[in-house]
């Protein structure tokens, strides 16, 4: 039987040549919807790495019980010492915790490249804010003096947003800021400006904390300092290793751009999927001699079916790999941002085998009913057609 | 009038073909009514945006902002009326029926007139404390109608007594419109100010007013915000047309661009499809449009007869397409997750006529090669088959 199948196949893709033309229906509408799906997925993959990447997995964080959003979340000033008390958590030299409360602002800010607004993310760090950003370092300018109104800016926020570069001053409550450098940290932070967190919140009239950032002692120490925060009665905390909750805090976000290009991805596909058949249906009429001698030479209807769609799996996998290709070519490693989220767009291997799964599933499903047509049809009706 | 039997015929000599090419048709008419509607319903709202009209709110979020800023606002040369306006977030009777209610002055319809409030509402909305007006969709969402007394449980606000329960009744129902696309309720400011602690009262969230001299709005909203920089409480003001600009929407993204883009890979997709339909079927049919060329028909209309063969199914798909795309449109809020939303694409006129004008151009487009080929067909051999 697999003899048969590779013989018919075979002989299909040889006399491919003189159906060139249709076949390449199937092959340009694979590469449309791939190229429009992994162009528009390579933003959704790009967003949710750089903020599983922007997480340092040895950092833990705090947050007030059901909080959704961090800008939302409230730990008061007893309730941060205490969670900075609790075991679990790595010790400095000197034997103070590696913790720290931290406070969030956002910024009204405007991009540069067509006047849009979006929120410029105002981080407050305390003393133990660098220590526990092992990846955060100055690029230009000095740091912030602790106590003063000063920022530091990401270093593609620097660039990519109006009025934030080093001189300028940002308008806070009680007066403007002025930015007296520039950080990088390589991931979505360069999107965000850095202040001292206590006089933040003196600025901003903020009587809490939004959350406490923790290093733990050790991967382990994650269970420890889990049940000492919930067992404790005075606190209503939750508690996230970092990276998980940065997935979460884009979870939806993410579910909202996969409605959409998956969205458009099937409507896309469905139309591939309908030139793929009318290509196979004609292909397998103008073979009607040729199948039916192949049938009176003994093989099986079923070996011929199989060929009809081995055929257009073939076509629809190298449309898809060509879109795949396309996308790879012109995005893959490309800088983008969404708002004052600043990451770069991926086309990963991974999305090259999705776009392979796209395309066996269109051809299966575009080829079936041309295959059966192939399979039933009787020796003799065959031959008479033309 | 006469020949159209002839395409008929030929659009049924291989009928699952034509069926198929219609559907895909469709399916891309889909795309493209759900994207360039999306566009439609863009640039209707930004259309609509008034340029004089600018919102002066609190830039950071915290308390709201002093009554005072207002009487400034008020006072500066350009500012031709102002009203004030501040928010009561909250739900009714369940935490899922989330609202809020929006409070304002007597001057507030007189801002805007174009709210769908009725002078007699907006009358009755200054003369009872506690009188609210409903739109008509977010009546029907609480099951509410005039006479109601309505309880807003607001969690975040708390009344001078330490109750966090607001009651109101509800006075009439007024028109929805496009400024507040989930419907909206709108209270009494002075109810709701002298019902707060002392400490809270004389804050507002907003202060609305219309520029005398619409080319200075961008201007005096600049200026406003450089007055009170220095203030514990800056302000964040736009004019109405530059708060709902696209950009400033959707995280500077420049959705008009993306959309055309993937609607014309549809169509690009399509057309390889279509042009080679008709090619096979301009190709079988060589002897017999040979024939019709030997019995007398001119050049012209056997071209007619193969590009209308391509037109009509493209046409019937637009058509079928963009209506099958408004009644997805209207599904759409319901699929997405609930803290976000986009604009549901509307069929405007204009979607409709770039819809017909693509399905043209596909037509001509796919049937451009079987034509060229048909002009430089020689008769003889076309009948003995020899092409």
């Given at each position: 039987m697999l003899r048969q199948i590779a013989i018919v196949s075979l002989l299909n893709f040889r006399n491919l040549r003189q159906r060139l033309w249709p076949s390449l229906v199937i092959v340009a509408g694979m590469t449309c919807v791939i190229g429009v799906l992994l162009s528009m997925l390579s933003m959704t993959e790009g967003l949710h790495q750089a903020y599983l990447n922007?997480?340092?997995?040895r950092n833990a964080i705090v947050v007030s019980r059901g909080t959704i959003w961090e800008i939302n979340s409230s730990i008061a000033r007893d309730k941060a010492r205490m969670v900075m008390d609790m075991p679990g958590i790595a010790r400095a030299q000197d034997g103070s915790p590696i913790a720290d409360p931290s406070l969030m602002v956002g910024v009204p800010s405007w991009l540069k490249k067509n006047g849009g607004r979006t929120w410029v993310i105002l981080r407050g760090f305390g003393e133990k804010g660098a220590m526990l950003q092992p990846s955060f370092h100055l690029v230009a300018g000095r740091t912030f003096r602790p106590g003063t109104h000063e920022l530091i800016v990401g270093s593609r926020a620097r660039f990519q947003v109006a009025g934030m570069a080093i001189g300028d001053k940002v308008i806070l409550p009680d007066g403007e800021w002025p930015i007296v450098g520039a950080f990088a940290t390589g991931d979505v932070r360069d999107g965000q400006l850095v202040g001292d967190t206590e006089t933040l919140m003196l600025a901003v009239r903020h009587k809490a904390y939004n959350t406490v950032l923790v290093r733990l002692a050790s991967p382990d120490a994650f269970a420890t300092f889990r049940r000492a925060l919930t067992t404790n009665p005075a606190l209503a905390v939750d508690v996230m290793r970092l990276p998980d909750w940065n997935v979460k805090a884009s979870a939806d976000f993410s579910k909202f751009m996969h409605v959409i290009v998956y969205g458009v991805g099937i409507i896309l596909a469905v139309g591939a999927l309908f030139a793929c058949f009318n290509t196979m249906y004609a292909a397998v009429a103008s073979r009607g001699r040729e199948i039916a001698t192949l049938r009176a030479l003994g093989y099986s209807g079923f070996a011929v079916a199989v060929s009809v769609v081995l055929e257009a799996a073939a076509l629809s996998i190298a449309g898809a790999l060509i879109g795949a290709l396309i996308a790879w070519s012109l995005y893959d490693g490309v800088q983008s941002g969404f708002a004052s989220d600043v990451f770069t767009l991926i086309v990963s291997p991974s999305m090259f085998g999705m776009a392979v799964l796209w395309a066996i599933a269109v051809a299966i499903l575009g080829g079936l009913l041309p295959s059966i047509q192939a399979a039933r049809w009787t020796v003799t009706e065959a031959l008479r057609a033309k | 009038m006469k020949y159209l039997p002839l395409v008929w015929a030929a659009l049924r000599r291989k009928p699952v073909r034509t069926c198929v090419t219609f559907l895909s048709v469709t399916v891309a008419f889909i795309l493209f009514g759900l994207m360039i509607g999306l566009n439609a319903t863009v640039e209707s709202v930004a259309q609509r945006a008034r340029t004089d009209r600018v919102w002066t709110g609190?830039?950071?979020?915290?308390?709201g902002l002093p009554m005072a800023v207002a009487k400034r606002v008020a006072g500066l040369?350009?500012?031709?009326r102002t009203t004030v306006m501040s928010y009561l977030p909250g739900y009714i009777a369940d935490p899922k029926n989330r609202i809020f209610v929006v409070l304002v002055d007597g001057e507030y319809g007189r801002i805007y007139p174009d709210w769908g409030i009725t002078a007699q509402h907006w009358d009755m909305l200054g003369r009872q404390r506690n009188a609210v007006v409903m739109s008509r969709k977010q009546a029907a969402l609480l099951h509410k109608k005039v006479g109601d007394i309505v309880t807003v449980i607001s969690p975040e606000t708390s009344r001078a007594d330490g109750s966090k329960n607001w009651t109101f009744q509800v006075v009439g129902l007024g028109e929805d419109i496009s400024l507040a696309p989930a419907g909206y309720i709108v209270g009494n400011y002075d109810y709701y100010d002298q019902s707060r602690p002392l400490a809270d009262q004389g804050k507002i969230n907003e202060v609305d007013f219309l520029a005398a001299d619409p080319a200075a709005a961008t201007r005096l909203a600049e200026e406003i915000d450089r007055l009170f920089a220095n203030s514990a409480t800056p302000t964040l003001s736009q004019t109405e047309a530059s708060a709902l600009a696209i950009s400033n929407n959707f995280g500077g993204m420049d959705v008009e661009t993306v959309t055309r883009e993937i609607t014309l890979a549809g169509l690009l997709m399509i057309l390889f499809f279509t042009a080679t339909v008709i090619a096979q079927s301009v190709r079988e049919r060589l002897a017999e449009l040979a024939t019709l060329k030997t019995i007398g028909y001119s050049d012209a209309i056997v071209i007619a007869l193969v590009v209308v063969e391509a037109a009509l199914p493209c046409l019937v798909g637009a058509v079928l397409g963009v209506t099958v795309a408004a009644g997805l449109a209207q599904q759409l809020p319901a699929m997405m997750p609930p803290t976000f939303g986009i604009p549901q694409p509307t069929m405007a006129p204009s979607v409709v006529l770039w819809a017909l004008i693509s399905a043209c151009a596909l037509a001509l487009a796919s049937s451009a090669l079987p034509v060229w080929r048909l002009r430089r067909m020689d008769i003889a051999s076309a009948l003995s088959g020899r092409t």
């Open positions: 922007s997480g340092d997995p | 609190t830039r950071f979020d915290n308390a040369p350009g500012v031709k």
